[in-house]
Each structure stands twice: as structure tokens, then as C-alpha cells.
């Protein structure tokens, strides 16, 4: 696939930020003109992998979440990067209903709603390092290419 | 971002809850609805999430979270007003087959108000 188009963002592990970082995205995905439930589903995708760098990767030392999106033909690619503690066993972590965190009545359906949501989902982590959540979504009617500006 | 509006009908509470719930949010609901409850003559609740337009699976943790208290004092949990988004997040989650969904308020306090 070629990558038409390219954004970067980063922003510091801050609870404030789930909306704007979501709401950028979205923005961004708009140039390919997707639907009212594509948008929902790539700001919810996001919503779940910021929420988890935020209160997983940097829960003891605050530190920046990054964000790259890049635009194709027909769809988006969304990374989450942080450099927190990392995930010792992905596959556990991206099991439904799992969560280390239960105390805080998280729900362990985080990777599941990321799943669902998106066409494409890859986790890669290590223990001290951090994590990388590159994503998928496929824009069915995407048609920015016959309407120039 | 969050705004909750209760009143109460009988032994329930009506609580709309408008905005977007995330992790960020989930925080301002949880202790709100908390605070509600403490009002022990309170048996059931039903949510209007007409004016949601947003929830990712922190509010999930929220839901289960008030669903195991009202069950405590053996009462119920109802919602209606569910775009197909937030659907979509409560079928995932299996929230629907603990938290009846309804079509409108007077569905749901029939609805919870049934033994
Ligand atoms: N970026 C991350 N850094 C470290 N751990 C993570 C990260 N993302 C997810 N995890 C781990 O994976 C688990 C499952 O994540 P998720 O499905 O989103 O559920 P929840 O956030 O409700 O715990 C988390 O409880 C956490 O242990
Ligand atoms: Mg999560």
C-alpha cells in the first residue's frame, strides 16, 4: 500500500488527553471521507490503546504517548507507541477480560474492543522498553481521489 | 465532557448521563453515581444514555461496577438510549446480558419494576 498522507503526535501520559488524542485522529481519518461508524470505531480503537499507555505503560512515571497515522488509498494506519514498562505476555494481555489492574474496575476489553473495532492489529512489546499498537482500518467508500480541492 | 442529571421515581433513580465517558470521565461517573447511591432507599436505577455519544470499555467497568452494588441490595439495573456505537461496546462486552436494554423510560421502569 502507498501512504499518501502522514501526521505525528505527542502528547504527555495525562487522563485529559484520551479525548483530545482520539478527537485528532479522527480529524485526520475525515480525508478519506469515512462513514459516521468508521469514525466511531478508529476513535474508540484509539480511546482503548492511549487509555492503556496512560494507565498501564506510564503508571508510575508519567512520560509521552506518540501517535503516527498514515493515510492510504483506502484506509488508515494507526500507531500508539509509548516508552513505559512494557507487557510481559502480549497474548495473556490481549485475551478478553484480562487485566492486571482489576482493582480500578478496568474490564480487560480493551485489545477486544481494539479487535472489533479495527480490520488490523498488531502488538509489540518488551518488559522496561514499551509498547506498539499498530492498527488497521480499512475505509469501504474512501473517495477523496475523485473529488480534488 | 461528563454531565450526570438524576431524579428519582419511587425506589428509582433516573440518571442521565451525557457527554463522553472514557478512562478520563469514568472517574467523574463512578464517584457521582456512588454518591447517589448512598441513599439506601434507592433500589433500581435506569440510565438514559440518549445523550451519550461517546463510551470505550472503561465505561464498562463503570456499568458492572454499579450493577454489583444495586445487586447487593437485591434491586436492578436498566439502560435505554443506546446509539449503535454504544451497542455495539455493550454486545462485546456482554454489559447486555446483565443490564436490561430498553427503548424508553416508561419501557424500562416497567421493565425493572417486573419481578
Ligand atoms: N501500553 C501498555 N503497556 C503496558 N501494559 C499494557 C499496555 N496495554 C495493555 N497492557 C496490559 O494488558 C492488559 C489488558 O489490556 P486491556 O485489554 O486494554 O484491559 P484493561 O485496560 O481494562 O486492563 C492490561 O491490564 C495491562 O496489563
Ligand atoms: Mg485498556
Redesign the pocket.
Known amino acids: 500500500m502507498k501512504i499518501t498522507n502522514e501526521m505525528r503526535l505527542e502528547f504527555l501520559s495525562k487522563s485529559q488527553n484520551e479525548a483530545f488524542a482520539r478527537v485528532v485522529v479522527a480529524a485526520f481519518a475525515a480525508q478519506l471521507d469515512p462513514t459516521l461508524e468508521e469514525i466511531a470505531d478508529i476513535k474508540t480503537a484509539v480511546s482503548?490503546?492511549v487509555?492503556?499507555?496512560i494507565?498501564?505503560?506510564y503508571d508510575q512515571n508519567p512520560g509521552y504517548v506518540e501517535i503516527i497515522g498514515q493515510l492510504f488509498d483506502n484506509g488508515i494506519i494507526v500507531q500508539v507507541i509509548?516508552r513505559?514498562?512494557?507487557?510481559k505476555d502480549v497474548k495473556e494481555?490481549?485475551q478478553p477480560l484480562?487485566?492486571?489492574?482489576p482493582e480500578l474496575e478496568?474490564?480487560?476489553?480493551?485489545?477486544?474492543v481494539m479487535e472489533t473495532f479495527m480490520d488490523e492489529i498488531e502488538v509489540i512489546?518488551s518488559l522496561g522498553e514499551?509498547?506498539k499498537?499498530t492498527m488497521v482500518k480499512y475505509i469501504k467508500n474512501s473517495n477523496r481521489t475523485e473529488k480534488p480541492r | 465532557m461528563l454531565d450526570i442529571i438524576s431524579h428519582r421515581q419511587g425506589d428509582t433513580l433516573i440518571v442521565s448521563i451525557k457527554g463522553e465517558l472514557d478512562h478520563h470521565t469514568a472517574e467523574i461517573a463512578r464517584d457521582r453515581l456512588d454518591s447517589l447511591l448512598e441513599d439506601k432507599s434507592l433500589k433500581n436505577m435506569v440510565v438514559d444514555l440518549s445523550h451519550l455519544k461517546f463510551m470505550d470499555?472503561?465505561g464498562i467497568?463503570v456499568f458492572i461496577g454499579r450493577y454489583k452494588k444495586l445487586s447487593e441490595r437485591m434491586g436492578k439495573l436498566g439502560a435505554y438510549g443506546l446509539n449503535n456505537h454504544i451497542r455495539k461496546i455493550w454486545e462485546i462486552s456482554g454489559l447486555h446480558r446483565i443490564i436490561d436494554i430498553y427503548d424508553n423510560l416508561e419501557e424500562s421502569l416497567n421493565g425493572i419494576q417486573e419481578v
Open positions: 482503548e490503546a487509555t492503556n499507555a494507565i498501564h505503560a509509548d513505559g514498562k512494557g507487557i494481555a490481549m484480562y487485566t492486571s489492574k478496568r474490564s480487560g476489553m480493551g485489545f477486544t512489546s514499551g509498547t499498537v | 470499555s472503561s467497568g
